[in-house]
T-cell receptor, first 112, second 114 residues
């Protein structure tokens, strides 16, 4: 989910369901993509990354999918838990670049 | 390990005052950066450094100065605070420069300018 302005898009899921958070990136030259999780009152925390030579990468309960054709990134969280409630940011950079650019974020709310 | 440490956690300034936000990392990271986060928006890059003695501008550098005299420290200076600088400021570091490793963030400094 991309957002413009003050209101973050919100995804509300039931505990135990899978969550999918989407992101459109802007720079065709970007070849390194990262997902961060930000809990209230804390700094963003690294979740998982992927390079452009891959379409999919899996971590523990998380999967990132990359579609370079349409410049789209998604984060899948399996068996979502209340502790997953946070704001999720996608970010992009490119090899040799020094500026990691962040999307506006998506708020994930997990209902118990 | 402490990771990335930011001080202070909260600060209130009057318009025109100056101050320095401190950032230190103990991971021997060569790359450090400052972001600001405003409500409902992502993080915007203010300044960054690829090593001691080297700094450069990000997306929103106006009104801010930085220096990098050591690998560990990367302070952010507000020269003359304005209400538009009310924000949450995050310092981040990474092992290598060049867009190939994730950023490690501090827990932020919440700044209010009245």
């Amino acid at each position: 989910g991309e957002s413009v302005g003050l209101h973050l898009p919100t995804l509300s899921v039931q505990e135990g369901d899978n969550s999918i958070i989407n992101c459109a990136y802007s720079n065709s030259a970007s070849d390194y993509f990262i997902w961060y999780k930000q809990e209230s009152g804390k700094g963003p925390q690294f979740i998982i990354d992927i390079r452009s030579n891959m379409d999919k990468r899996q971590g523990q309960r998380v999967t990132v999918l990359l579609n370079k054709t349409v410049k789209h990134l998604s984060l899948q969280i399996a068996a979502t838990q209340p502790g997953d409630s946070a704001v999720y940011f996608c970010a992009e950079n490119y090899t040799g670049g020094f500026k990691t650019i962040f999307g506006a974020g998506t708020r994930l709310f997990v209902k118990a | 390990n402490a990771g990335v440490t930011q001080t202070p956690k909260f600060q209130v300034l009057k318009t025109g005052q100056s101050m320095t936000l401190q950032c230190a990392q103990d991971m021997n990271h060569e790359y450090m950066s400052w972001y600001r986060q405003d409500p409902g928006m992502g993080l915007r890059l203010i300044h960054y450094s690829v090593g001691a003695g080297i700094t450069d501008q990000g997306e929103v550098p106006n009104g801010y100065n930085v220096s990098r005299s050591t690998t560990e420290d990367f302070p952010l200076r507000l020269l003359s605070a304005a209400p538009s600088q009310t924000s949450v400021y995050f310092c981040a570091s990474s092992y290598v420069s060049g867009g190939n490793s994730p950023l490690h963030f501090g827990n932020g400094t919440r700044l209010t300018v009245t």
